[in-house]
């Protein structure tokens, strides 16, 4: 079983970066697909990304192609979310989940697949 933990929301304005990192604590966070996820005010929560155990596989939603980018470190137990060219849409509370084992294309962004959650972290993009 995994605690994870979110850090480094923010404010920053459109156009801007943000780096959010999960912190997890428990064993074999190496056997854990890490996804992270989004609610936004009267909004669904939506899964942004995904990356396999090894991390070596990846996901994005559409609207995280080509400006997020997905990583983790096993051996520090973290995942990290790198946000680029953020738009006030990004906007809303990032989540970080774990589910023991692989998702694959399509069903990695159900909220219902996960095991574990964080308590989140707020990203707010104004200017």
């Known amino acids: 079983q995994l605690q994870l933990v979110e850090s480094g929301g923010g404010l920053v304005r459109p156009g801007g970066s943000l780096r959010i990192s999960c912190a997890a604590s428990?064993?074999?966070?190496?056997?854990?697909?890490i996804a992270w996820f989004r609610q936004a005010p009267g909004k669904e929560r939506e899964g942004v990304s995904w990356?396999?155990?090894?991390?070596?596989?990846?996901y994005y939603a559409d609207s995280a192609k080509g400006r997020f980018t997905i990583s983790r470190d096993n051996a520090k137990n973290t995942a990290s979310l790198q946000m680029d060219n953020l738009t006030p849409e990004d906007t809303g509370i990032y989540y970080c989940?774990?589910?023991?084992?692989?998702?694959?294309?399509?069903?990695?962004?159900?909220?219902?697949?996960?095991?574990?959650w964080g308590q989140g972290t707020q990203v707010s993009v104004s200017s």
């Open positions: 989940a774990a589910v023991r084992g692989f998702l694959g294309r399509t069903s990695w962004f159900y909220a219902s697949e996960y095991d574990e």
């Open positions: 990356i396999k155990s090894s991390g070596d596989w990846t």
């Open positions: 428990g064993s074999e966070f190496d056997f854990y697909g």
